[in-house]
């Protein structure tokens, strides 16, 4: 991944450089040569898909296109930080790698799975969640779009209220290829490491309005990024309550910028009215320019 981005020279490899520099060479070598175990290992896997978002982003920068609001999906939301300019690239890379080793460890020590339960409205797989008793702790981690959830927590209670989702009438129960519970209490051994390091980062006032994860609203201050940053692993992300609202505010196209396209999916699922965009390889931009033209998103 990102090999293109390295490849197209001028403000993307310039980023890439940046995590060679900030993080060692052997992410990129990984990024661009694998092998995959060592790639979606939790610790390299977060600062990877980082670097190939903000050199992404560095391009879509240089064409001229600027946001009125950014947001990102659990790790997306330190990409988001980074485009509103609260953190530069140098900060966040190591930020994001440490992050990965802490949630890495915590699920180490307190295995767990998660699920995404597909076909079933968010308020019955709340009430399952809630009502799923003896089996250990499992909880709402994700709300991805109308009919898309994930749940988080111990092996167990997840098997159980996916099973109880199933009964309730999810068409599908998936469960996730993940090294820990995510955005569940499983992660809160993670929490405490997290906010001492966040304490120590310089968070600048965001040019633009983050929307955070844990509450769904817009954000600017340096003190509520912290706050927010420091819940995020332990709470709901909850991504198509900030998509809506987003959408409230007038916003109708929406860029995703990094690896993938799963969040302009789950947008057009929310709302088949607004038109989404993405930027992974260096000839999306020319596509993304000639839509856009040079004005804001």
Not at 202 to 230: I, M
Request: aromatic residues 4%; contains cysteine.
């Amino acid at each position: 991944m990102g090999r293109d981005l390295y490849e197209a020279d001028g403000p993307s490899r310039a980023v890439l450089e940046v995590a060679r520099r900030e993080l060692g060479g052997d992410l990129l070598s990984v990024m661009f040569e694998g092998p995959e175990e060592a790639l979606t290992r939790t610790e390299n896997q977060q600062p990877a898909i980082v670097a190939h978002s903000l050199a992404a982003l560095a391009l879509v920068r240089e064409a001229g296109i600027a946001p009125d609001f950014v947001a990102g999906h659990s790790l997306g939301e330190y990409s988001a930080l980074t485009a509103a300019g609260c953190l530069a690239p140098e900060q966040v890379l190591p930020l994001v790698r440490f992050r990965g080793e802490l949630m890495a460890r915590a699920g180490d020590d307190a295995p767990g799975a998660m699920a995404a339960v597909l076909g079933l409205d968010a308020e019955p797989v709340r009430e399952i969640v809630a009502g799923i008793e003896g089996a250990g702790t499992v909880v709402v981690a994700n709300y991805n779009s109308p009919g898309q959830v994930v749940i988080s927590g111990e092996v167990n209670a997840v098997e159980v209220a996916g099973a109880a989702c199933r009964e309730a009438g999810a068409k599908r129960v998936i469960a996730l290829d993940v090294s820990g519970a995510f955005h569940s209490p499983l992660m809160e051994p993670a929490t405490a490491p997290l906010i001492a390091r966040l304490g120590e980062t310089e968070f600048l006032p965001a040019a633009v309005p983050v929307v955070a994860n844990v509450d769904a609203r817009p954000h600017t201050d340096p003190e509520e990024t912290r706050a927010n940053l420091g819940t995020q692993m332990t709470s709901s992300v909850l991504w198509e309550q900030s998509v809506r609202w987003m959408i409230g505010e007038g916003v109708d196209r929406f860029v995703e910028i990094g690896p993938g396209t799963v969040l302009s999916k789950l947008i057009g699922r929310t709302d088949r009215g607004v038109a989404t965009f993405s930027v992974d390889h260096p000839e999306d931009v020319s596509k993304l320019t000639a839509e856009l033209g040079q004005g804001g998103v």
